[in-house]
């Protein structure tokens, strides 16, 4: 396999469209374009239709390595590979973070010859969704002090009981537990505090699973802050917070039209994580690829074990959406890892450790089928990888009833994954795919955790700490327990011990804690030590990325 350019060398040399191009493709009238700069453009709300026609395709992963599996790449590959056969296809994606591009991830533009463009543009501020949410949520944070230091129209709130934190889109560790309030009585009153990193805003997740302004509105209402002296629930709505929220959102709610390399439509809405919130992109966004294209496909963060199990019981749940097609992304040298093998080595042909490392794909494929989907594998292929390691992932997808494809779309476009398009097409006018939840929302809040915890990740029961048993009893006060849980555990692992990679058994989860989020109306057990504010590493992306003297940026990836 030849050398390929660094992925923004590659953005920076493709043949961009107008977008006014780009949206005549998909039959969308130049005048409901919303321009920001040539390249990218808000859509109106008013594509979405009732009913759409569209069939929906979902992307995941085996379990996430510290290496990278490719999933966006496969998403945007897969798109343009459908288009390639002369599909008319719509990859529907997530907004990156600022977080992990200045830090270690690096963007979520996709890689190589399959990427979304402005690349730039995409990474960094984008059309300033993740600046309006930020907002959005610290005016609610301001509300609820201002109404703690002043006497008059006080609603009596308990700041030992504030359970919102402030945000911003960066991985700032020393944010993570702070004091507010010093400085005397005119600095507000001195209380802890924190901040979440954007994405893990509840005000992010509301967005997301919002069907309208009205539906956004009424959930920012629902946002719990905390409790009163006397015990009573306080809500956003309470604070009179919700016009002046959803203001701030106005153009935050509209999704951004963008390209692929390939000239092929694509829509980026919303970034929730999927360790601690939803990891997909927003109803809105795949409602309206689904009313203007024949395939949308879309992607959810991490492995199926988060994820898809996340976008399977909150997202189609509370939308009425539903995948007419799966595809789980894997690659050889994650398989290698999940077998054992030392990083220093994944590059070396190793078909045994690919054998023993299959037991971790193995259990996601059983995972999406319990679901009543029948998921394909995707390969994604690397210059490392040999035909002897890809034939023997073929042999045991099959011995799982699942078909495996190896793409190269990282390296040759929609041409690398016209294969993968052809079998998903298959697989969905075959209608092999329906779609049904493990729980119910009416089942208790235990038995939806419990049901989680050994179905999907393999576990032989739950334990909760007594702050979470006592939490189990509010949750219900509060009319929360006919929520869907948002579990929150490390990716790198089916349990909530990120070194226990492979297919573990044996284990049991701990709920240290819950969380929860009345406005995006799901209840969030805390697992394991996973933080809502990464930090930064030794080394971070930061520091290789800069501007010259014509504004060419270097350094994203």
């Not at 920076?12 to 390249?39: C, S």
């Not at 929730?272 to 809105?284: D, E, K, L």
């Not at 040999?386 to 494809?405: N, P």
Request: charged residues 25%; neutral net charge; glycine residues 10%.
């Amino acid at each position: 396999m030849p050398t390929i350019p660094s992925d923004i060398d590659i953005a920076q040399h493709a043949d961009i469209k107008h977008i006014k191009v780009i949206a005549a493709t998909i039959n969308i009238p130049e005048d409901d374009l919303e321009y920001y700069g040539k390249y990218k453009a808000k859509l109106p709300l008013s594509l979405q239709k009732e009913n759409p026609k569209g069939k929906l395709i979902l992307v995941t992963a085996l379990s996430p390595t510290k290496y990278g599996e490719g999933k966006t790449t496969m998403t945007i590959g897969l798109a343009d590979g459908l288009n390639y056969n002369g599909k008319k296809a719509i990859a529907v994606l997530r907004e990156p973070s600022l977080g992990p591009v200045f830090g270690v991830k690096g963007g979520a533009a996709g890689g190589g010859y399959s990427q979304v463009i402005p690349m730039e543009d995409i990474n960094l501020h984008f059309t300033g969704d993740f600046s309006a949410i930020e907002k959005a949520n610290n005016l609610l944070s301001a509300l609820i002090d201002n109404n703690i230091q002043n006497k008059q129209n006080n609603l009596n709130i308990d700041p030992r009981t504030v359970a919102w934190k402030r945000v911003m889109d960066m991985n700032d560790r020393s944010l993570r537990q702070i004091i507010i309030g010093i400085g005397g009585k005119a600095n507000g009153i001195m209380r802890e505090d924190g901040f979440n990193i954007t994405p893990a805003s509840e005000v992010m997740a509301i967005l997301c699973l919002a069907n309208d302004l009205r539906d956004l509105k009424r959930r920012l209402g629902n946002i719990y802050i905390g409790q009163t002296f006397e015990g009573k629930p306080i809500f956003a709505r309470d604070l009179k917070a919700v016009g002046a929220m959803a203001v701030l959102l106005k153009d935050a709610i509209k999704p951004n039209l963008v390209q692929t390399l390939e000239g092929n439509p694509a829509i980026l809405h919303g970034g929730p994580f999927a360790s601690i919130a939803q990891g997909t992109n927003t109803v809105i966004a795949t409602r309206t690829g689904l009313s203007l294209g024949e395939y949308v496909v879309t992607e959810a963060g991490f492995g199926a074990d988060l994820g898809a199990e996340k976008f399977l019981h909150i997202k189609c749940i509370s939308s009425g959406l539903k995948p007419d097609g799966v595809v789980v992304v894997a690659t050889i040298r994650a398989l290698k890892h999940h077998g054992g093998v030392h990083k220093d080595f994944l590059t070396e042909s190793n078909p045994e450790a690919v054998k023993k490392g299959f037991c971790n794909l193995e259990k996601h494929i059983e995972n999406v089928k319990k679901f009543g989907l029948n998921p394909i594998v995707a390969i994604n292929a690397f210059p490392t990888d040999t035909a002897e390691e890809y034939d023997i992932v073929k042999m045991l997808c099959q011995t799982k009833g699942t078909k495996a494809i190896v793409s190269t779309s990282f390296a040759e476009g929609g041409k690398g994954s016209s294969e993968l398009a052809t079998a998903i097409v298959e697989s969905v006018e075959k209608g092999e795919n329906n779609f049904k939840p493990l729980y119910q929302l009416s089942d208790s809040i235990e038995h939806k955790i419990k049901t989680i915890a050994m179905e999907i990740y393999g576990a032989d029961g739950v334990e909760y700490s007594s702050k979470a048993k006592t939490q189990i009893a509010q949750i219900t006060k509060l009319g929360f327990n006919e929520f869907p849980v948002c579990m929150v555990k490390t990716p790198a692992s089916f349990t909530d011990d990120e070194k226990k990679i492979g297919r573990p058994s044996g284990f049991k989860v701990t709920v240290r804690e819950f969380e929860y989020a009345g406005g995006a109306e799901f209840v969030i057990p805390l697992l394991g030590d996973v933080m809502r504010m990464p930090g930064l590493p030794v080394i971070p992306s930061a520091e290789h990325i800069d501007i010259d003297d014509d504004g060419k940026i270097t350094g994203l990836s």
